[in-house]
């Protein structure tokens, strides 16, 4: 508060000390001239300094300083009336302004210069204050250069000093001018004022004005185009929290209400927290709005779909199978001209009966499609196989299954073919075809280029050492080992290390797990057995005992079967 109040002598100090002018219409440009405060994420106070208003609905903006790592900010106008920063509308630090909107209503809106160079002889600068300016501080603009070819950076012969960073500059005739920048030495500097029109939302933005925005942690406001809107608003559904982005979806909405996909893209956060009865009545809305009527009920019957597949409790009683499919059977009415997207229309369906535990008519879908040379894609049969494979169905249909997808592909196999593999090799090991399994395995790491992670080894070793092949479940173990060195691959080296007579390697393996955890069983148990094969029986048996008082079983039968 001290510093609010010297601030505020200062600043009558300048005044007074002016020249008796003032720029034209002084009573409305101090109108728009405002004190600002920002907060942090205590709600403690970060900074203050002073700002303005350049368009209508609270349009304003400040020094970049005042905001960054910034959480709120409160804005005071000359009659005292104080309202909240709603949004950041831009950013730049190199240049030290932001723009932003405030929480307000019928603000004085200043009158910026048409022409870098139009009536500078005379200029003034306007600070905030409480009580009705006469006198204005002026200066002298020694000279300019141009910022991107276009706009000014004034160099003004006083340096103003730092309580008149982020005030307005004008000419004589009461034209906005410029904003104060920081001083330097012994001089002040202004930053042109029609440089505003770079503080704008982009959907694809330069690292620089990411890292602006992203240093100030107050909400942001969304492009000023409906098409880098939807832009901007996708890309942030990719990155952003449900609270997040759910304001962001707020603001494009209410900048653009009559725009379907924005009440279809809410829906999502509102699933997310639960909120159902305001996700269906924002899909209400959007089929409402929607021009393209089939694509509308297509993506109502994926949103219902969706919430009814990944999110089943808690339940929504609105939202059904039977709403998602009547919903898909209108789109297939409207999409019945158009194949590809009919094809699109039918494979949902499939997908919602699937839902429904309808198994007989999604598989009748997708044999249809298949029927047809053109529909019968390698997606096909593998969304076939996968309601083939709940149904109920023999292993072996749905490895056939597998087969008509795969070979849909052709030889050489491409590499969007790896996931289909990869499943075909998993049907192979539930049914203990290992060494067929194994080769799905080995192509799969073909097909992605080896990019794989450490779980894929530990469970292709696993499928190997099935397959009896224990050199490669041997090599593929120690690999997982390397990439990841959890206590679980441990272990089960350790017990193949057992198996295979490498005693030494399944003792040290053990050692390692027990190092972390001296209470781990299955290392104790391991490592006791390991060590009586290796001739340590003393040690092994103690080792067997620690296990048994903490609960293992299998220890037990261990030690009564070799412990004599």
């Given at each position: 508060?001290?510093?609010?109040?010297?601030?505020?002598?200062?600043?009558?100090?300048?005044?007074?000390?002016?020249?008796?002018?003032?720029?034209?219409?002084?009573?409305?440009?101090?109108?728009?001239?405002?004190?600002?405060?920002?907060?942090?994420?205590?709600?403690?106070?970060?900074?203050?300094?002073?700002?303005?208003?350049?368009?209508?609905?609270?349009?304003?903006?400040?020094?970049?300083?005042?905001?960054?790592?910034?959480?709120?900010?409160?804005?005071?106008?000359?009659?005292?009336?104080?309202?909240?920063?709603?949004?950041?509308?831009?950013?730049?630090?190199?240049?030290?302004?932001?723009?932003?909107?405030?929480?307000?209503?019928?603000?004085?809106?200043?009158?910026?210069?048409?022409?870098?160079?139009?009536?500078?002889?005379?200029?003034?600068?306007?600070?905030?204050?409480?009580?009705?300016?006469?006198?204005?501080?002026?200066?002298?603009?020694?000279?300019?250069?141009?910022?991107?070819?276009?706009?000014?950076?004034?160099?003004?012969?006083?340096?103003?000093?730092?309580?008149?960073?982020?005030?307005?500059?004008?000419?004589?005739?009461?034209?906005?001018?410029?904003?104060?920048?920081?001083?330097?030495?012994?001089?002040?500097?202004?930053?042109?004022?029609?440089?505003?029109?770079?503080?704008?939302?982009?959907?694809?933005?330069?690292?620089?004005?990411?890292m602006a925005l992203n240093s100030i942690n107050i909400p942001k406001g969304v492009p000023e185009s409906v098409e880098e809107a939807l832009v901007y608003t996708y890309f942030k559904s990719r990155s952003a929290g449900n609270e997040e982005y759910l304001d962001i979806m707020n603001r494009f909405i209410a900048a653009y209400p009559d725009n379907a996909e924005g009440y279809l893209r809410r829906c999502t956060p509102y699933i997310d927290l639960c909120e159902f009865d305001k996700a269906d009545a924002d899909l209400t809305k959007y089929l409402s709005l929607?021009?393209?009527?089939?694509?509308?009920?297509?993506?109502?019957?994926?949103?219902?779909?969706?919430?009814?597949?990944?999110?089943?409790?808690?339940?929504?009683?609105?939202?059904?199978?039977?709403?998602?499919?009547?919903?898909?059977?209108?789109?297939?009415?409207?999409?019945?001209?158009?194949?590809?997207?009919?094809?699109?229309?039918?494979?949902?369906?499939?997908?919602?009966?699937?839902?429904?535990?309808?198994?007989?008519?999604?598989?009748?879908?997708?044999?249809?499609?298949?029927?047809?040379?053109?529909?019968?894609?390698?997606?096909?049969?593998?969304?076939?196989?996968?309601?083939?494979?709940?149904?109920?169905?023999?292993?072996?249909?749905?490895?056939?299954?597998?087969?008509?997808?795969?070979?849909?592909?052709?030889?050489?196999?491409?590499?969007?073919?790896?996931?289909?593999?990869?499943?075909?090799?998993?049907?192979?090991?539930?049914?203990?075809?290992?060494?067929?399994?194994?080769?799905?395995?080995?192509?799969?790491?073909?097909?992605?280029?080896?990019?794989?992670?450490?779980?894929?080894?530990?469970?292709?070793?696993?499928?190997?050492?099935?397959?009896?092949?224990?050199?490669?479940?041997?090599?593929?173990?120690?690999?997982?080992?390397?990439?990841?060195?959890?206590?679980?691959?441990?272990?089960?080296?350790?017990?193949?290390?057992?198996?295979?007579?490498?005693?030494?390697?399944?003792?040290?393996?053990?050692?390692?797990?027990?190092?972390?955890?001296?209470?781990?069983?299955?290392?104790?148990?391991?490592?006791?057995?390991?060590?009586?094969?290796?001739?340590?029986?003393?040690?092994?048996?103690?080792?067997?005992?620690?296990?048994?008082?903490?609960?293992?079983?299998?220890?037990?039968?261990?030690?009564?079967?070799?412990?004599?």
């Amino acid at each position: 508060m001290k510093r609010l109040l010297l601030t505020a002598v200062t600043f009558i100090a300048c005044v007074c000390a002016s020249v008796a002018q003032a720029p034209k219409g002084i009573n409305k440009i101090q109108k728009a001239v405002i004190s600002v405060n920002t907060y942090d994420s205590k709600g403690e106070l970060l900074k203050s300094g002073t700002g303005f208003y350049v368009g209508a609905d609270g349009e304003a903006i400040a020094d970049y300083s005042l905001f960054k790592n910034a959480h709120k900010a409160t804005v005071i106008d000359m009659a005292g009336k104080q309202a909240d920063v709603d949004c950041i509308l831009g950013a730049d630090d190199t240049y030290s302004v932001v723009r932003f909107r405030v929480k307000t209503k019928g603000n004085a809106v200043l009158s910026p210069v048409a022409d870098a160079q139009a009536d500078l002889t005379d200029v003034f600068v306007v600070p905030f204050s409480k009580e009705k300016i006469k006198n204005c501080r002026n200066t002298t603009i020694e000279s300019h250069t141009q910022l991107k070819e276009k706009y000014a950076y004034y160099t003004l012969t006083d340096d103003l000093g730092e309580e008149f960073t982020g005030c307005p500059l004008f000419n004589a005739k009461g034209e906005l001018i410029g904003i104060i920048q920081p001083s330097l030495k012994e001089k002040g500097y202004a930053l042109d004022i029609r440089f505003r029109e770079e503080l704008t939302i982009k959907a694809i933005s330069t690292t620089s004005v990411n890292m602006a925005l992203n240093s100030i942690n107050i909400p942001k406001g969304v492009p000023e185009s409906v098409e880098e809107a939807l832009v901007y608003t996708y890309f942030k559904s990719r990155s952003a929290g449900n609270e997040e982005y759910l304001d962001i979806m707020n603001r494009f909405i209410a900048a653009y209400p009559d725009n379907a996909e924005g009440y279809l893209r809410r829906c999502t956060p509102y699933i997310d927290l639960c909120e159902f009865d305001k996700a269906d009545a924002d899909l209400t809305k959007y089929l409402s709005l929607a021009k393209d009527k089939a694509a509308g009920y297509y993506n109502a019957a994926q949103t219902i779909y969706n919430k009814l597949t990944y999110q089943k409790e808690p339940a929504y009683d609105k939202w059904t199978y039977d709403l998602a499919i009547s919903h898909i059977d209108k789109s297939l009415e409207l999409y019945k001209d158009d194949k590809v997207k009919t094809v699109d229309a039918k494979v949902l369906k499939a997908q919602i009966l699937s839902g429904k535990t309808d198994y007989d008519g999604a598989i009748k879908i997708y044999e249809d499609l298949a029927s047809v040379p053109e529909t019968a894609t390698p997606g096909v049969y593998y969304a076939m196989s996968l309601a083939s494979e709940m149904r109920g169905d023999s292993a072996m249909a749905v490895i056939a299954l597998m087969d008509s997808a795969i070979n849909k592909f052709g030889e050489p196999l491409p590499g969007e073919a790896a996931n289909y593999v990869l499943r075909r090799g998993r049907l192979y090991a539930q049914i203990d075809k290992n060494r067929a399994a194994v080769q799905d395995y080995n192509q799969y790491c073909y097909l992605v280029n080896s990019k794989v992670s450490d779980v894929f080894y530990y469970d292709r070793s696993q499928i190997e050492l099935k397959g009896r092949l224990f050199q490669q479940a041997y090599d593929d173990i120690n690999t997982a080992i390397s990439m990841n060195p959890k206590p679980l691959y441990y272990i089960e080296k350790a017990a193949m290390c057992l198996r295979f007579g490498y005693n030494d390697e399944s003792i040290e393996a053990c050692n390692v797990v027990l190092r972390t955890n001296d209470k781990d069983t299955d290392a104790l148990r391991i490592l006791g057995f390991a060590q009586i094969q290796a001739g340590k029986k003393e040690e092994g048996k103690a080792n067997l005992q620690k296990a048994i008082d903490l609960g293992d079983e299998n220890a037990k039968e261990i030690l009564e079967k070799y412990g004599n």
